[in-house]
């Protein structure tokens, strides 16, 4: 088997299956309620594919078990709390089924939070932005479409009242011109608008501030119980509690340091009409 991990000396794929069975649920059912392919998920239960713990935990909720195997399960798949997906392995596999899965983990958050010192947010970008963005990603035309489609799905969760949102970001972000200044622009207007839904936090923080430590890798993280890190060649997620408390803190120092509410409002738009007056110089 394939790195595979134990459950009291069983094989985890092993025994999930045996929990689906035991509950009569089929495969297909299953595999629909953990947005995974049957083929995934028939990969995982024979031991052909080590589940991330991601995997473990949607499919032991689409199997509906009680908290206390739940616990036992995720307690054995932390043997590898912290795992690293590489890039390359998500656009072979469609860059549009990765923001699906993300989309179920945020589905299940009561608060995100997310710091970003390159580019903005997904969740708050543009169409033409977020096309710009993923341009880079070498997709397919079909592909980059689909997962533009994906991106914009997952932003509908921003205007559900039961959920909030806590984004932070640095001036940086706001002035890169990755797109051209009107749509840059444009995409500073969504960001003021997004800012005064009542479950949404903008908070920006000004170049020249001062500030308790560097704001290094972006990250988001989902309640108290995931985060994931962006790096250049992969992704990062942990369930590591103690990881987990090390980006709250840290995100808490920086946001210490930021704009918000009409003070963040004011400064983004003094940056929105600084791009649309230099766009309008000859």
């Known amino acids: 088997m394939v790195g595979a991990i134990r459950l009291n000396g069983l094989d985890i794929g092993s025994a999930l299956r045996e929990l689906r069975q035991a509950g009569r649920q089929t495969a297909s059912t299953v595999a629909r309620h953990s947005v995974m392919s049957k083929s995934k998920?028939?990969?995982?239960?024979?031991?052909h594919l080590t589940p991330s713990v991601i995997d473990v935990e949607r499919i032991l909720n689409a199997l509906g078990v009680p908290e206390e195997v739940k616990a036992e399960f995720l307690e054995?798949?932390?043997v590898a709390a912290t795992e690293a997906i590489a890039w390359r392995l998500y656009r072979r596999l469609g860059f549009h089924k990765h923001q699906a899965e993300i989309q179920a983990i945020e589905a299940r958050t009561s608060l995100l939070r997310l710091f970003q010192p390159s580019v903005v947010p997904g969740l708050l970008q543009t169409p033409e932005y977020a096309r710009t963005v993923l341009a880079g990603k070498h997709l397919t035309e079909d592909v980059l479409d689909r997962t533009i489609g994906a991106r914009l799905q997952r932003q509908e969760a921003l205007y559900d009242p039961a959920c909030g949102f806590h984004f932070l970001m640095t001036e940086s972000v706001l002035r890169w011109q990755i797109?051209?200044?009107a749509m840059l622009a444009t995409q500073l207007d969504r960001?003021?608008?997004?800012?005064?839904?009542p479950n949404v936090q903008i908070a920006v923080i000004q170049l020249g501030t001062t500030l308790p430590e560097p704001p290094t890798s972006s990250f988001v993280m989902f309640d108290a119980r995931l985060v994931i890190v962006e790096i250049p060649h992969c992704e990062i997620t942990t369930r590591e509690p103690k990881d987990i408390e090390l980006y709250l803190a840290k995100f808490q120092r920086l946001s210490a340091a930021a704009l918000l509410d009409d003070e963040m409002r004011s400064f983004v738009t003094a940056i929105r009409d600084e791009l649309l007056t230099e766009r309008e110089t000859p």
Do not use: D, Q, W, Y
């Open 41 to 47: 998920l028939s990969k995982i239960e024979n031991g």
């Open 76 to 78: 054995a798949a932390r």
């Open 179 to 181: 797109v051209p200044r």
């Open 191 to 197: 960001i003021i608008s997004l800012s005064r839904l």
